[in-house]
């Protein structure tokens, strides 16, 4: 076993918590694996693995060592993919989790047809800073970006709409003002967001006038309130539009709320453009996501 086997090992190890798992991921035999950690172990002159009854823990060593092992192996496997020239390898995404099941996932069967060869993971979170952490190749994230080295290129926008189900309009009365929206139940985001700002002062906590409210960490949890008849939501019109079109939620307040279009880039370590795989699915992007014509713009209007 060569040392770039060994490190990915370590690395499936300290990934899986114990040998087993670690083997079963790499289809080697438990003994195989540990025999590969004592090796590297002696090889390097200190100890990486705390082994137990339940399982490896990393030592500090091991941590600090996991990281640059992670960093040998995306070198490696980047400069096998600029030689070939079919692109291969896997292609870590991080992204929005509504913006990966309303949007990515779609499009996925389409990008597996022209690149059978990559395989792809999905590391979703709402944080930016979690989505720029680095471990993946390409981070796709909205509205405004923390400080960072890490080129990004913006390849989309979308509004943010307010909208409720037919059923609760039906029951409630549509709101003609934002006056009226005192009394009405709103569906907000519990965390500390931007996307509360329902009206043009663009403060970061919810309007007073929005006094009856629903709360959730999650947009999508958000929006199956809006579709079940608990109140009126707003998100971003790519985390709708299937709804809209389809009439299971129905826009109100258009052009009373604001909406200024929030942008989406897609980030990524700027040496990394060359890697194939990675160049490909930005290519692949911003061919699906041109802006001004983005596959979630609608033709919808208050009917209000």
Not at 108 to 128: N, W
Not at 180 to 200: M, P
Not at 287 to 294: C, I, Q, T, Y
């Amino acid at each position: 076993m060569d040392r770039f086997s060994e490190l990915s090992v370590f690395v499936a190890v300290a990934d899986a918590g114990d040998f087993t798992s670690a083997a079963r991921r790499l289809n080697l035999t438990p003994s195989g694996v540990s025999k590969a950690m004592t090796r590297l172990e002696e090889r390097l002159g200190s100890t990486l693995l705390r082994r137990s009854s339940k399982g490896v823990r990393l030592t500090r060593e091991g941590e600090n060592f996991l990281e640059a092992a992670r960093r040998a192996l995306t070198a490696l496997h980047d400069a096998e993919s600029v030689a070939k020239p079919t692109p291969t390898g896997t292609l870590r995404i991080s992204c929005l989790p509504s913006f990966a099941i309303y949007q990515l996932a779609p499009l996925m069967p389409m990008f597996q047809q022209a690149y059978p060869a990559i395989q792809v993971e999905f590391l979703l979170s709402t944080e930016a800073r979690a989505l720029l952490d680095r471990q993946s190749d390409v981070a796709i994230v909205s509205g405004s970006l923390p400080d960072t080295a890490l080129v990004a290129r913006r390849f989309a926008t979308s509004r943010w709409v307010a909208c409720a189900s037919p059923q609760y309009l039906a029951k409630h009365g549509r709101p003609q003002t934002l006056q009226d929206l005192e009394h009405h139940v709103t569906l907000n985001f519990t965390q500390r967001t931007q996307w509360n700002a329902w009206l043009a002062s663009q403060t970061v906590n919810p309007d007073p006038a929005l006094r009856r409210t629903y709360g959730a960490n999650h947009g999508d949890m958000l929006l199956a309130l809006a579709r079940a008849g608990s109140g009126i939501v707003r998100l971003a019109e790519y985390h709708l539009s299937t709804d809209l079109r389809a009439g299971v939620v129905e826009e109100i307040l258009a052009g009373q709320i604001n909406e200024t279009e929030e942008v989406l880039y897609l980030v990524y370590e700027r040496h990394k453009h060359a890697n194939t795989r990675i160049s490909v699915f930005l290519d692949f992007m911003q061919a699906h996501f041109r802006e001004g014509a983005e596959p979630w713009r609608t033709a919808l209007s208050d009917k209000g």
